[in-house]
């Protein structure tokens, strides 16, 4: 093994772990001192923070989760940045540690905030861009589930389209690594989907009593 994939193959483990730091446990439990798992639809992420803990701890979570992914490729583009698909995997092995974290027994979030980081690292336009229809779904329709399909969905279409929406082109393993992570996070909304079929997904507002 030389030295190039034995780096790569470190920076790839880092990534994991680095995606795997349950941020929305940890805040949590240092907040009130609960496991947030146990708490409204069990997850992790910003938005059962929110609805359980508040807007503050939700604004930790949420900065936590995205830093995790921009860590990963800030790591990987310091140490090999020639290689742009070493850069994508460090994205994805974040993502895979959110969301089957190896501290949780590999369960964990639905990813969207990891894979914002990574985005916000890799093409900074797309990522303002699909923040900025994110926030404004949410505003309008007051469904963070909605507004994370979409947002993901639009990533690797902008970054398609990016010569012409930016000026400049996207590397296609980026538009690739989006794509995967939007495959990604709609199966992890696979419940949301079901929900909001049926009518019974919440909004942003409704709030979980805290036994």
Known sequence: MDNTMLLSFLVLIISYILGSIPIGLIVGKVSRGIDIRQFGSGNIGATNVLRTLGIVPATVVFIGDTLKGLGAVLIARSLLSDYPMVIVLAGLAAIA?????????????????????????????????????????????????????????????????????????????????????AVLILIRHKSNISRLISGTEPRIGHHVQLK
Do not use: D, N, Q
């Open 97 to 181: 540690g959110h969301s089957a974290s190896v501290f949780l027994g590999f369960k964990g979030g639905k990813g969207v905030a990891t894979s914002l980081g990574v985005i916000i690292g890799i093409t900074p336009l797309v990522a303002c861009t699909a923040f900025g229809l994110w926030v404004i779904i949410v505003a309008v329709t007051r469904y963070v589930s909605i507004a994370s399909i979409i947002a993901s969905i639009s990533a690797p279409v902008m970054m398609w389209f990016s010569k012409k929406l930016f000026g400049r082109p996207t590397p296609i393993e980026y538009t690739i690594f989006a794509a995967a992570a």
